[in-house]
């Protein structure tokens, strides 16, 4: 036995060394890794946050929510140039902020007739001609249909005709 422990010694002691000077390696090897792991997640190589970035698209496309729309009859109108000859066909689509169309506007719906009737003989073939025209008297319209409803419930007008003769 007392044979043996030397050498059992021995080899401990080789064992020892080569074992100690793997750790301070792996140590170093896992600071060098976790660092480059750090240094690409902050530069953004690797992604974070993509679930509230996930989120916050999501909230963004239910944004633009649609609301009831509600077809009107067909308008002709004369329209008013000094000669009188030219006459405007124009339907359109109005959309509301709700999901359904509110009983205000059923309810002024002779009102909401008559105010475009006297908006559409009010303009002239120069004025309507245009897109800029058409945009201008597409915001007269709601302006005057939500100051009749005492509301603002007209979120947009759409033509969906429009013809100047």
Do not use: C
Not at 31 to 59: C, D, R
Request: proline content about 5%.
């Amino acid at each position: 036995m007392a044979e043996e422990t030397p050498q059992a010694e021995a080899a401990g002691a080789a064992a020892g060394p080569k074992g100690k000077s793997k750790l301070p390696l792996l140590v170093v090897g896992a600071v060098v890794l976790l660092g480059g792991g750090g240094a690409a997640w902050f530069m953004g190589l690797i992604p974070h946050n993509q679930k509230s970035a996930a989120k916050e698209e999501a909230k963004e496309e239910r944004q633009p929510e649609v609301g009831a729309i509600l077809p009107l009859d067909p308008f002709i109108a004369n329209l008013g140039d000094e000669d009188g000859k030219r006459y405007l066909k124009a339907t359109l689509q109005v959309e509301f902020f709700d999901r359904r169309v509110p009983d205000e506007f059923h309810d002024r719906s002779a009102q909401m007739r008559d105010l475009l009737v006297t908006l559409f003989t009010s303009k002239t073939f120069s004025e309507v001609r245009t897109p800029e025209g058409k945009e201008v008297l597409r915001e007269e319209i709601i302006n005057r249909m939500n100051r009749t409803l005492h509301k603002d419930l007209v979120k947009a007008v759409y033509f969906t005709e429009f013809i100047v003769q």
